[in-house]
C-alpha cells in the first residue's frame, strides 16, 4: 500500500494534513469522529493503493476526458464560423483566451476546488445538493426521521454551530425552493449535455470525409453520424467498466497523437504563438474586435465543454484518479494540440473553417481520422454516464421519475445504466444531428448548456465555502465573483446565438425542468395527504390485539411513503376486506440525502402497541447511490430486521427492569411482590410501568408513547446483562439470553414466514380537490397523473415478486 506522490497529489496532502489538525483535531480513540474524518479526508487517514489508483486513472480517459479530448476537432471552426479571420494576431488572441480559459476553469476551478467538495466520493449538482441538505437539516423530501441523523455517512462537523447562512436557508421556505430550483435546473442543463455532446462530437469527426473529399454530399456525413451514434447508444448497457477498459487505450493514443502533432506544427510553422502565454494579448484582441470579439467567445467556450463530467463522474472512478490523468495527461495534451493548430493557422488563415484536419500531415491523415471518429464516439461516453449519474441522484431524492437502474459493476457502486434514459437521449441526439446537420449551431446550442451547469456548480460551491468548509464569507465572494463574472462573460455571449441554435438546450431545459418540477411537487402532495390522512394509533389500539378482524397465518408487508405512522391505506384496506395477516409490517423505502447508507445500518425497527398485536414499522433507509436491487433478497433481510429488533427490545427491557430493582428500597420490593400476575405479555416495558405507576411506584413523568414502545437499530451492539420480570421477581439471565416471551416471538415470526410473505402495495390515483386551483388542477391531474402512468411501476422499481403482489386501490384529493 501507497500514498500517490505527484506534485499536485502532494500539495492536496498537506492541506488534507493540515485541514484535520487545527479544524478536527481528531481523536484516533473516537471512532465515530475517525470514521467522519476518513470518509471526508480518505487521502490523509486511509492507506491508497498506488495500484488501483493509477489503474482508475487509466479508465478514466475513456470516460471522462472524451469530450475534453475531442474539442480541439471544432473549438477553432466555432470561434471564426462564417467570420473568417484576416489578421494572424486575432489567431493569437484567441489561443491567449483558450489557454487561460483551459487554466482558469478546468483546472483552479474543477481539479484544484469543486473535485473536493464531493458527497463521500459522488461529484455532481445533486451531490453538492445533498450535503447542503445534511448540514441545513433540510430535505427535498419531508420523510425524514430525527434516527436518520445517527447514520455513520450522514455525520456533519459543527452541527452545533450553524452559521448566518445556514439559518436562513433552514427558516426559509422560499430560499429552500430557490435552492432545488437551480439544482433543478443544472441537471436539465446537464441532460442537455447528454444530448448535444454525441452530436457535436460524431459529426465535428465524420466531417474529415468531407474535408479529405469535396464531392461528399452532406447528407451522407448526417447518415455516417446517425449510425455511429446508434451504435454508441446500443454499447451503454455493457456498463461504464467494460467501456472504459475498452476506450482507454484508444483515448491515451489520442492525447498522444494530439500532443505530437501539436509539437510538429509548432516546430514546422510558427513558433511566435507562444506569445499567447501573454495574458495582456487577451486585452488587444477584445481592443481591436470589440464586439465581434465579445460574439467569438461563443466559440472558444467549447474549449473547456466536459469539463463538468469530471465533477459528475465522480463517483464512478476517485477524487485522486481524475486530478492524477488531468494534470499530468490530459490538460498538456491539450495546451499542445492548441498551440499546433494556432502556429499553422497563423501560415494558414483561410484553413480556420477546418483547421484540425487541415493541419495533419498526409501521411498521417487517414489514420488520424479513423483515431478522431473513434474518440468522438468515445467523447460522448462521459456525459452519457454523468447523465446516468445525476438522474439516478434526481430520482432517489423525489425529483424524477420513477425509472429502471442497472447496476453495471460489482466492484463501483457508482456505475450505472438507466435504459429509458439511455434511449430517449438516442433520439434526441439523432434528432438533432439530422436536423442541424452543421457544427456551428449545435456549437450554438452547446456552449449554452455547458456554461449554465458551471454557473450553477458555482452557485452551489459557494454555499459549500461558507457552510461546510466554515471559510470567511469574504472567501467565498471572491470564489464567486472571480468564476462567476467569467462565466457570466461567456453566457452573453452564447445567449447572444440563441436564434442560431441555441434555444436547443433551454427548451430542453424546460421540459425536463416541468418533468421534475411535476414529479417533485405530486409527490410532496401525496405524502402531505398521507400525513394528514394517517390512522390514530390510539384508535388501532382501541380495536384490540385482533384489531376485530380475522388474523390469517403469514406475513403482511405495507408499504408506504410514511417514515412514522400508519398510513390511510390500512384503514381502507381492513374497512373493505375485514382480514389481516398475523404479522404486519409498515414498510417505508426511503432515500436520504446521503451518497449510501451501510448494510448494517439499512433498516430501523419500530413496534407499534404490544406483542399481542404483532405490528411493525420497518424504515428501509438508502443513499441515492444506493440501488434496490432485485437480488438483494430484501425479504430475508427484513424478517432478520425483525429478529433481531426483537432480541435487542428483550435484552434493554430486562435491562432497564434489573437496573430499577437494584433501586427499591424493601418496602417498593415488597410491593411489587403483592401486584397481581400479569398477562402473557407481562414482559413488555410498557405493561410494567403501567402497574408501577398505578402502584404510586413511579411518577408520571416517566410515559411512554403507548404506540410506540421502543425503536431501535437493527445493528446496536449486545448488552452485558439480561433480566425478566416474572410475578414480582427479577431474576437475571446471561448476557446471550433472551425471555421465554421474546423467543415465543421469533419461533412465531419464523412460523408466519413459513406461511408466506405478501406484499401490500398501494395502487393510488392523485386528483386535485374540486376547489383546487386551475394550476394546481393541470398539474396533478394531468401532468402528474401522465408521468405515473409512462414511468415504472412500484413493484418494478422495488423488485417485488408479482406472484406476492396485492394492490390496494385508493383515491387521493390533494
Known amino acids: 500500500m501507497y500514498l500517490v506522490f505527484c506534485p499536485v497529489s502532494n500539495v492536496f496532502f498537506l492541506l488534507d494534513l493540515v485541514a484535520v489538525v487545527t479544524r478536527f483535531r481528531v481523536d484516533l480513540g473516537s471512532c465515530r469522529k475517525f470514521c467522519f474524518v476518513t470518509r471526508l479526508f480518505p487521502c490523509v487517514l486511509q492507506a491508497v493503493s498506488l495500484t488501483t489508483v493509477l489503474r482508475l486513472a487509466y479508465q478514466s480517459l475513456g470516460v471522462v476526458y472524451g469530450d475534453l479530448g475531442t474539442s480541439p476537432l471544432y473549438v477553432f471552426k466555432s470561434t471564426f464560423a462564417n467570420v473568417g479571420v484576416s489578421n494572424k494576431s486575432d489567431i493569437i488572441g484567441a489561443l491567449s483566451l483558450i489557454i487561460y480559459t483551459l487554466t482558469i476553469i478546468p483546472l483552479i476551478k474543477y481539479v484544484l476546488i469543486v473535485l473536493r467538495a464531493n458527497d463521500n466520493g459522488e461529484g455532481g449538482s445533486f451531490a453538492l445538493y445533498s450535503i447542503l441538505c445534511r448540514y441545513c437539516n433540510i430535505s427535498s423530501l419531508p420523510n425524514q426521521h430525527p434516527s436518520d441523523v445517527e447514520l455513520t455517512t450522514y455525520l456533519v462537523d459543527n452541527v452545533n454551530r450553524k452559521t448566518w447562512m445556514q439559518r436562513k436557508l433552514e427558516n426559509s421556505i422560499t430560499a429552500q425552493k430557490v435552492l432545488l430550483a437551480i439544482v433543478i435546473f443544472g441537471t436539465c442543463m446537464v441532460i442537455g449535455d447528454g444530448i448535444l455532446t454525441p452530436s457535436i462530437s460524431v459529426l465535428s469527426a465524420v466531417v474529415g470525409i468531407k474535408a479529405a473529399s469535396s464531392n461528399l454530399d452532406t447528407n451522407l456525413v448526417t447518415v455516417i453520424s446517425c449510425l455511429i451514434l446508434v451504435i454508441l447508444f446500443s454499447l451503454q448497457r455493457f456498463g461504464t467498466d467494460r467501456i472504459s477498459f475498452l476506450f482507454a487505450p484508444i483515448f491515451l493514443t489520442w492525447f498522444l497523437s494530439l500532443a505530437l502533432i501539436g509539437c510538429y506544427n509548432i516546430i514546422k510553422w510558427e513558433k511566435s504563438i507562444f506569445l499567447a502565454l501573454n495574458p495582456l494579448e487577451i486585452v488587444y484582441f477584445f481592443r481591436r474586435n470589440g464586439r465581434q470579439g465579445w460574439e467569438h467567445l461563443g466559440g472558444i467556450v467549447l474549449c473547456m465543454t466536459g469539463t463538468e463530467a469530471m465533477f459528475a463522474d465522480l463517483g464512478h472512478f476517485s477524487f485522486r484518479s481524475i486530478q492524477i490523468a488531468f494534470t499530468s495527461l490530459v490538460y498538456p495534451c491539450l495546451i499542445l494540440t492548441y498551440l499546433g493548430q494556432s502556429a499553422y493557422l497563423v501560415e494558414h488563415m483561410e484553413h480556420v473553417n477546418d483547421p484540425f484536419y487541415a493541419s495533419l500531415p498526409r501521411r498521417i491523415y487517414w489514420p488520424i481520422f479513423v483515431l478522431a471518429t473513434i474518440s468522438a464516439m468515445i467523447a460522448s ?434
Not at 437521449?425 to 442541424?436: D, H, N, P, Q, R
Not at 411535476?518 to 394509533?537: A, D, F, I, N
Not at 413523568?701 to 420480570?725: F, K
Open 381 to 814: 461516453q462521459a456525459i452519457i454516464t454523468a447523465t446516468f449519474s445525476i438522474v439516478k441522484q434526481s430520482a432517489a431524492l423525489g425529483c424524477f421519475p420513477r425509472v429502471k437502474v442497472v447496476h453495471t459493476s460489482n466492484n463501483i457502486v457508482g456505475q450505472v445504466y438507466i435504459p429509458e434514459i439511455n434511449w430517449i437521449l438516442m433520439v434526441l441526439c439523432l434528432s438533432v444531428t439530422a436536423g442541424f446537420r452543421d457544427t456551428d449551431e449545435i456549437g450554438n446550442a452547446y456552449g449554452i448548456a455547458v456554461v449554465m451547469v458551471m454557473i450553477v456548480t458555482t452557485l452551489l460551491m459557494t454555499l459549500v465555502i461558507v457552510i461546510i468548509w466554515r471559510k470567511h464569507f469574504l472567501l467565498a465572494l471572491l470564489f464567486l465573483i472571480v468564476f462567476a463574472s467569467i462565466e457570466g462573460v461567456y453566457i452573453s455571449a452564447v445567449l447572444f446565438k440563441t436564434t442560431q441554435g441555441g434555444w436547443v438546450p433551454l427548451v430542453i431545459a424546460a421540459v425536463f425542468g416541468t418533468v421534475m418540477y411535476t414529479w417533485h411537487y405530486g409527490t410532496s402532495k401525496r405524502y402531505e395527504y398521507e400525513m394528514q390522512h394517517k390512522v390514530s394509533v390510539g384508535w388501532l389500539l382501541g380495536l384490540g390485539p385482533s384489531l376485530g378482524l380475522v388474523r390469517v397465518p403469514g406475513i403482511g408487508l405495507m408499504y408506504t411513503d410514511l417514515a412514522h405512522g400508519v398510513p390511510p391505506l390500512f384503514s381502507h384496506f381492513i374497512t373493505n376486506l375485514p382480514a389481516i395477516h398475523s404479522t404486519v409490517v409498515f414498510v417505508c423505502v426511503k432515500y436520504l440525502p446521503v451518497n449510501t447508507v451501510p448494510q448494517a445500518e439499512r433498516f430501523l425497527v419500530r413496534r407499534i402497541g404490544t406483542r399481542a398485536y404483532s405490528m411493525y414499522r420497518c424504515a428501509a433507509r438508502y443513499g441515492y447511490k444506493d440501488i434496490h436491487k432485485k437480488d438483494d433478497d430484501f425479504e430475508q433481510l427484513l424478517i432478520r430486521s425483525l429478529i433481531k429488533f426483537v432480541e435487542i427490545e428483550s435484552k434493554r427491557e430486562t435491562s432497564d427492569l434489573e437496573s430499577m430493582a437494584a433501586s427499591w428500597t424493601p418496602e417498593e420490593q415488597q410491593s411489587v411482590a403483592s401486584l397481581p400476575a400479569m398477562p402473557t405479555e407481562s414482559s413488555n416495558r410498557l405493561n410494567l410501568l403501567r402497574l408501577l405507576r398505578l402502584h404510586g411506584l413511579m411518577g408520571e413523568g416517566n410515559s411512554i408513547d403507548e404506540g410506540c414502545c421502543t425503536e431501535y437499530p437493527v445493528s446496536d451492539i449486545n448488552l452485558a446483562t439480561t433480566s425478566t420480570y416474572q410475578e414480582g421477581s427479577i431474576q437475571t439471565q446471561s448476557v446471550n439470553g433472551t425471555s421465554s416471551d421474546s423467543q415465543d416471538e421469533v419461533a412465531f415470526l419464523n412460523s408466519c414466514k413459513e406461511s408466506g410473505v405478501v406484499y401490500i402495495l398501494g395502487n393510488n390515483v392523485v386528483k386535485a380537490r374540486k376547489d383546487a386551483s386551475l394550476f394546481k388542477k393541470v398539474v396533478i391531474n394531468y401532468i402528474y397523473t401522465f408521468l405515473r402512468r409512462i414511468s415504472r411501476d412500484s413493484h418494478v422499481v422495488l423488485n417485488i415478486p408479482h406472484e406476492c403482489l396485492l394492490h390496494v386501490g385508493m383515491v387521493y384529493y390533494v
